[in-house]
């Protein structure tokens, strides 16, 4: 076949399965003018789980920053038992159905769970947790490549120069995997805002209380409401196209 | 002065180190030299405080550092690859050591500039490590180990990454700073040719033992074993023993203790002229002697001459 034969079919493959779906998007949401999308967007439910997406994704993805540099560290500088059985459950949330996961997390902590506690499941915590569970893996993957490929020999030079393991961690280690961070988080946000099935199983819906974005969409679609499913959907596509264009501006520093 | 007292490492199935004890005598320039795989290396990092012992002690002045970090010995090390902080400048790199102890920023400035001097590197100041040659970066790598003003300056394999003329260049420039800023110094090598020129004492390691611990004249005059009148310059067989081929004397006429030869090979090596002999009896051997010595002997390929030991005191062990 020809080279443009070829991008022809790739390209055709794409419009078809991406580029119009999400286009439908866009065009059903504005169907009925700039105005009705906005107000659909406005109400206060929609705020609510606008800022509920927010938030949530704005704990997560800290912490999961923090426990995944501890944990790439770990895993690509230290020897220890059990580090081949950390290396394997990192990647638990990846091939682990996230519906699954909000099931899981309801049997530990919900009513009848072992650490039962009120205030977890149904409100924000519980929702935190799952997307913190869902969203584990991108940092860990994304730093430890980058800290095998640098080797410990700028550590150890620190070291030998006085520095003491929070001087290294901070003058090296960081600015050396800050570009695998950057990208990690990236990833992992992406994931945190659009996150369904682990959310919905732990969250109970309550409209203006534990709906996320992804939730107040299925809910308007449910409802027979399509502008504001289809108006909704556009803010989650853009703040994800927001996310994807962080990415390619890392891609090309670290390129 | 540094002293290694009885120091043992294995990793894994190997054993690194195998009960050394060398000491280092403040001010000197010491190699330590051997084939890879040897243990110089190890011994080295044992001493900087990178690598703990299984067994033994490590001194510095009497004091017993075998547990202390290495950031709390004293040390400037250079890696082998020199470890350039790669996300910072030349002058960042070499202020580390001095910023991570809080000194004062006028003081780090100085202190940085007179380094950059000392090493050649102040033009260079603003650049980034990826922007140097090997050569400079060797040199920042060796003014931010100086930086922190070290009791002991550790080198790994310094020269080896360069090409030979770098090399050649560095290691006068590097004598010269010993003379210069008088740090006790000690260097991993596995070029005889480099511990000879720059080291006032050689350790010669092999198999993790100390093979002899000497003068470089020492070492090469009077080795103590066969491994180490190996390793440390050419050497050919006479008699079941090694002798250095530069103690075989050619005679054109029969000698005491001379024996008959004939010369297989002449290879003139500019001021160097080589002969491959072979005896009536015994093994064949190689003598070294000077362009002027072979013109004198007439020597050519064919030729029968008689060979001997120089009788002055050569090099030899027995050969096993």
């Known amino acids: ?255 | 002065m540094i002293r290694v007292e009885g120091v043992s490492k294995q990793f894994e199935e190997t054993k690194a180190l195998d009960g050394v004890s060398p000491s280092v005598p403040d001010g000197s320039l010491t190699a330590l030299l051997g084939p890879s795989g040897g243990g110089k290396t190890t011994l080295l990092r044992v001493i900087a405080g990178l690598e703990a012992p299984d067994t033994g002690r490590v001194l510095f002045d009497g004091d017993d550092v075998t547990r202390a970090p290495a950031r709390h010995r004293g040390i400037g090390f250079v890696f082998q690859h020199y470890a350039p902080f790669k996300h910072m400048t030349v002058e960042d790199n070499v202020a580390f050591g001095l910023t991570v102890r809080k000194r004062p920023k006028p003081e780090i400035a100085r202190r940085v500039h007179e380094l950059l001097e000392l090493v050649g590197l102040d033009q260079h100041h603003q650049r980034k490590p990826s922007e140097l040659s090997g050569g400079q970066r060797q040199r920042m790598a060796l003014a931010r180990a100086l930086a922190v003003e070290p009791r002991v300056l550790l080198l790994d394999e310094p020269f080896g990454a360069l090409d030979v003329r770098v090399r050649e260049e560095l290691r006068a420039w590097l004598r010269r700073l010993h003379e210069q800023i008088d740090v006790t110094t000690v260097f991993v090598t596995h070029d005889q040719e480099e511990a000879m020129e720059l080291a006032e004492q050689v350790v010669v390691i092999n198999h993790g033992r100390v093979e002899q611990c000497a003068a470089p004249h020492e070492v090469y005059d009077n080795p103590a074993n066969e491994f180490v009148m190996g390793f440390v310059g050419p050497v050919t067989r006479v008699n079941g023993h090694l002798v250095r081929p530069h103690d075989i004397q050619i005679l054109s006429q029969p000698g005491e203790a001379a024996k008959e030869a004939v010369v297989t090979r002449l290879l003139r090596l500019g001021f160097e002229v080589r002969a491959e002999l072979l005896p009536a009896e015994g093994d064949p051997l190689i003598a070294q002697l000077s362009r002027a010595e072979a013109e004198e002997l007439e020597l050519a390929e064919g030729q029968i001459v008689h060979v001997r030991v120089d009788p002055a005191q050569p090099a030899r062990v027995p050969a096993h």
Do not use: C
């Not at chain 1, 732990?202 to 449910?222: A, H, K, N, P, W």
């Open chain 1, 1 to 255: 076949m020809s080279r443009i034969g070829l991008r022809t079919a790739a390209l055709g493959y794409l419009a078809a399965l991406v580029l119009v779906p999400v286009g439908m998007v866009f065009y059903r949401a504005f169907e009925h003018g700039f105005a009705a999308a906005w107000e659909a967007v406005t109400t206060p439910q929609a705020q609510h789980a606008f800022y509920l997406t927010v938030l949530i994704a704005a704990i997560a993805v800290p912490a999961n920053a923090v426990f995944g540099v501890i944990a790439a560290i770990l895993l690509a500088r230290r020897d220890f038992p059990g580090k081949r059985l950390l290396n394997a459950l990192i990647d638990l949330p990846f091939a682990v159905s996230p519906i699954v996961v909000g099931l899981a997390l309801i049997l530990v902590w919900g009513r009848d769970g072992w650490f039962a506690m009120t205030g977890v499941i149904f409100s924000l915590p519980g929702m935190v947790l799952a997307t913190i569970f869902i969203s584990l893996p991108f940092v860990v993957r994304e730093v430890i490549p980058v800290l095998e490929e640098e080797g410990n020999e700028q550590e150890l030079a620190a070291s030998t120069l006085g520095g003491n393991a929070w001087q290294v961690f901070r003058r090296i280690t960081l600015p050396t995997i800050r570009w695998g961070l950057a990208y990690g988080i990236v990833l992992s946000s992406a994931r945190a805002l659009g996150e369904f099935g682990a959310v919905s199983a732990v969250s109970g819906r309550i409209s203006g209380r534990t709906e996320t974005m992804t939730l107040y969409v299925e809910d308007r679609f449910q409802s027979f409401d399509l502008t504001g499913a289809f108006a909704a959907s556009v803010v989650l596509a853009l703040l994800a196209m927001a996310v994807l264009a962080t990415m390619l501006l890392l891609q090309r520093r670290t390129a």
